[in-house]
């Protein structure tokens, strides 16, 4: 695991703002233990991989942080910190400014203040359960009588417009937005204040995944509600994230705000990443001609100096040898040694 003399700085324009923080990970690594050969437990060595590694990150009230990277970037292991799946092996999270670790270990206020919706809504309800007994769930371990809990269900299905009919039946007999409306029923059901989006709409049809954006939307305006948005597809972020976090290799590679990040990526890695969203106009510097090739390096030995150097067209000696400082340009803040000339290139393109 690398040391790192400055953290990520996810300050901006934006940020800087007096907002309430309502998500803080200051330092934040989780290591994870591998199962080891027989030798390697005869002679007490313990090989360990890192999926996130020293990260600070903060997400504000009733904004949109979008995380973004290639599987096994650490994306979801990051989200799995906040809704307390996994507990820090080093660092400190914070919810609404308390310290919280593991599900088990936190209070019931904290719990109803983080609701999940997973990309497949279908196999996240319990096919035991009808709508109306998986709505329930939450709101039984909340303590909500019987009485409180129909009258709740009946605000909860109004709230993402899917009618009453549908509360007996089942998750396969729903189709794949009527279960997905479900699931963001129950993610709500004990006012959160977070909600951790995991591949929201991924698995939806076009027409449907419109829709399901549009409800979210919504929701997140008239409740205040503070979303950590977990994709792949970018134009999702895009289009509904207020703040982008880079990830490659359990690290944060840049923070910014969404639009400039977009039109003008401050690292390599990010620029890799938009250059692969569909209908992208073709540019002609080095760093416009890149296409991002090869795997990412094993967790377990991961490369130095720069973790993206492995894969970057434009790596010299220093990132192969030394980790680089987080450099603030403009509204993103990014850890690569040319972050500027990144960010300049770009513009020169946009603006020959």
Known sequence: MSSHAKHMSDDSDETRKPREAVIELENVTKEFALEDSLLDQL??????????????????????????????????????????LH??????????????????RRSPEL?????VIFQNAKSSIDPRLTVRQA??????????GRTERQERISELLELVNLSE?????????????????????????????????????????VSVKGSIINLLMRLQREFGLTYVLISHDLSVVRHIADRIAVMYLGELMEVGSAEPLFETPAHPYTKALLEAIPD?????????????EGDVPSPVDPPSGCVFHTRCPIAEDRCRRDVPPVVD??????????????????EEVQNP
């Open 43 to 84: 002679m007490g060595r313990r090989t360990t991989i890192t999926a996130v590694s020293n990260v600070s990150l903060t997400a504000y009230e009733g904004e949109t942080l979008g995380i973004v990277g290639e599987s096994g970037s650490g994306k979801s292991t990051l989200a799995n910190l906040i809704t307390g």
């Open 87 to 104: 507990t820090p092996t080093q660092g400190t999270v914070r919810i609404n400014g308390e310290e919280v670790s593991s599900v088990t």
């Open 111 to 115: 719990l109803a203040d983080v609701g």
């Open 135 to 144: 709505i329930a769930e939450p709101l039984k371990t909340q303590g909500y």
């Open 165 to 205: 009919r549908y509360t007996d039946r089942y998750a396969h007999e729903l189709s794949g937005g009527q279960a997905q409306r479900v699931a963001i029923a129950r993610a709500i059901a004990t006012e959160p204040r977070v909600l951790i989006l995991d591949e929201p709409v991924s698995a939806l049809d």
């Open 280 to 292: 992208t106009d073709p540019t002609t510097s080095v760093l416009d001609a890149f296409v991002l």
């Open 329 to 346: 340009v403009e509204t993103s803040a990014s850890r690569c040694h040319f972050a500027k000339r990144v960010r300049a290139e770009k």
